[in-house]
């Protein structure tokens, strides 16, 4: 996808607030000097040239490295609130306020 589609897909799932535009474009040349996407200049007669952006194999392979990091850091969150939960409800401890 392009950059600016990037941006809206972001704003729709980040909280709060949109991303930082140049942030962003930060971000995407540093990926791409690692190698992990590419880009290209997409030229229509339609209106101004868009870059297009996608990853690579290495990109791709960060991601769900990533993706395994997060799951694992929910799974122990989950398990974090649980023990608290159950903590609170045998009396041991009081409830934060």
Not at 34 to 46: A, E, F, H, I, Y
Not at 48 to 68: D, F, M, S, V
Not at 74 to 91: A, M, P
């Amino acid at each position: 996808m392009y950059g600016y589609e990037l941006l809206e897909s972001l704003s729709e799932m980040v909280h709060p607030g949109p991303p930082d535009p140049g942030g962003l474009y930060r971000i995407l040349r540093t990926m791409e000097q690692d190698g992990m996407l590419t880009s290209k200049w997409q030229t229509n007669d339609n209106g101004p040239a868009k870059r297009i952006y996608q990853l690579t194999e290495k990109g791709y392979l960060h991601l769900q490295n990533w993706i395994a990091t997060l799951a694992e850091t929910r799974e122990w969150l989950d398990q974090f609130l649980k023990d608290y939960q159950d903590l609170v409800q045998s009396e041991k401890i009081e409830p934060l306020r």
